[in-house]
């Protein structure tokens, strides 16, 4: 979604910008109302445009991935709040860097000037270093505006979180890119040499990232062509970029979600897709082996058993194997998964004993189901009454094996699927003789 204010001229250019300064620093927005692709945020219902327009801005973190605007906004805020713009980043900064910069703010707040902290890559800060900001967050020496590309939810303090608002920018569109392509256009007072397939292949190849976008334009820009290029041309003359992918980060949870909640969906080409999409992006296979196989446990259980087998016959495949063709049967184990019945009957029934044993603390077994390897354990009763189960005419003698006094919890539910229809048809049976034999 193109952002709100997309119709709007940028504003002129300064006096002596150099048509020498790298391309995304030429157009930089120098209005809010010149941010491409973040309307959400920015328009008069938006939590900042709302925000501007009480005239209350609080300090923020600002998350989402690269090149979608948030240094520029940081810079924005500030010119429009009339405070002094300072900016660092959380990799090369330490102790004496915000020592210094808490001293020049407080300085100025005294002279009656505010200050815009933009602290870029705030996650990488440690827990006492995000914790030096909160007396000057405070006292209001600074208006803190931190970015990132992680979750704050995990990588920021609490106490910092607590008081900063969290506003979540998205990725580009194509459409955005394309808005930004025809600035750039206008900037250099010339269209990119490209084929209109070509063009939506250049924009597709920046992933989203606004940034990306302008620096493969200002390479397109520079090269003499006599014609405009086809798709095969510009593929021959560009390296696709890798997609953002971070092992470690919040992308890697995103996507093996996307992949457990496909499986459980039964949907076999979103599974492959973003089996795929992870292998694309450097993934450990062995990390998606012990991921795949959870779903056969968690998702499927019982109602096909065989699931669980074939997950680790993959995975040992795949060990044997190695890469690229031990990839290809995780993918078939991931079809497999994806069309095998569903069933956590499994899954729950085994939180549901956890959580009777968490209750009922340390109740003895019932006496009749002891061993008595001893005489003084047979004087204490100790396995006397235990019905042999082999030697009722049915093998099921019906007892109980539960703590004497202890209510009986129905724990194991199976479903009407697969294997499981048949396993809730024993079931049911000897829940019958039970009750028949007073068990």
């Known amino acids: 979604m193109a952002d709100l204010f997309d119709d709007m001229p940028l504003s002129p250019e300064p006096a002596g910008r150099s048509a020498h300064r790298p391309l995304a620093d030429r157009i930089r927005p120098r209005r809010l109302a010149e941010v491409i692709g973040q309307g959400a945020i920015l328009g008069p219902d938006g939590p900042l445009g709302a925000m501007l327009g009480a005239g209350s801005l609080s300090s923020l973190i600002l998350w989402g991935p690269p090149g979608v605007g948030k240094t520029t906004i940081a810079r924005l805020l500030a010119d429009q709040t009339e405070r002094d713009f300072v900016q660092i980043s959380a990799i090369f900064s330490g102790v004496p860097e915000l020592r210094k910069v808490f001293d020049t703010a407080r300085l100025h707040y005294r002279q009656g000037r505010g200050t815009l902290l933009f602290v870029d890559e705030i996650h990488r800060f440690n827990k006492a270093q995000q914790d030096s900001f909160l007396p000057h967050m405070e006292d209001g020496t600074i208006l803190l505006v931190g970015a990132t590309t992680e979750n704050p939810s995990f990588e920021l303090n609490a106490a910092l979180l607590s008081r900063a608002q969290v506003i979540v920018l998205k990725r580009l569109e194509l459409a955005d890119l394309e808005l930004l392509a025809q600035r750039a256009e206008r900037e250099m007072d010339r269209a990119l040499p490209l084929t209109g397939e070509a063009r939506e292949a250049l924009l597709a190849m920046a992933d989203g990232d606004g940034r990306a976008a302008l620096n493969l334009i200002e390479q397109v820009m520079a090269w003499k062509v006599e014609r405009p290029l086809g798709t095969d041309e510009l593929s021959r003359r560009l390296m696709r970029r890798a997609a953002k992918y971070d092992k470690g980060g919040d992308e890697h949870y995103n996507l093996i979600s996307a992949l457990h909640k496909s499986v459980r969906g039964s949907d076999p080409d979103a599974a492959l897709y973003w089996l795929a999409r992870m292998l694309e992006g450097g993934e450990d296979p062995r990390y998606l082996a012990r991921r795949i196989t959870r779903m056969a446990v968690e998702d499927i259980g019982l109602a096909d058993p065989a699931a669980q087998r074939h997950c680790?016959?993959?995975?040992?495949?795949?060990?044997?194997?190695?890469?690229?063709?031990?990839?290809?049967?995780?993918?078939?184990?991931?079809?497999?998964?994806?069309?095998?019945?569903k069933s956590n009957a499994g899954y729950a029934a085994y939180k549901a004993a956890r959580a009777e044993a968490r209750k009922t603390g340390s109740l003895m077994p019932p006496a009749h189901i002891l061993n008595a390897p001893t005489r003084l354990m047979k004087d204490q009763g100790y396995g006397a009454g235990y019905a042999y189960d082999h030697d009722a005419e049915d093998g099921f003698s019906g007892q109980n094996y539960f703590p004497d006094g202890m209510k009986r919890p129905v724990l194991y539910t199976p479903v009407e699927r697969g294997f499981e229809r048949e396993l809730k048809k024993r079931l049911d049976w000897f829940v019958s003789q039970r009750l028949k034999r007073g068990g």
């Open 312 to 341: 680790l016959d993959a995975w040992a495949l795949y060990e044997r194997l190695g890469s690229p063709e031990g990839e290809l049967a995780l993918a078939q184990a991931v079809i497999y998964l994806a069309l095998a019945p």
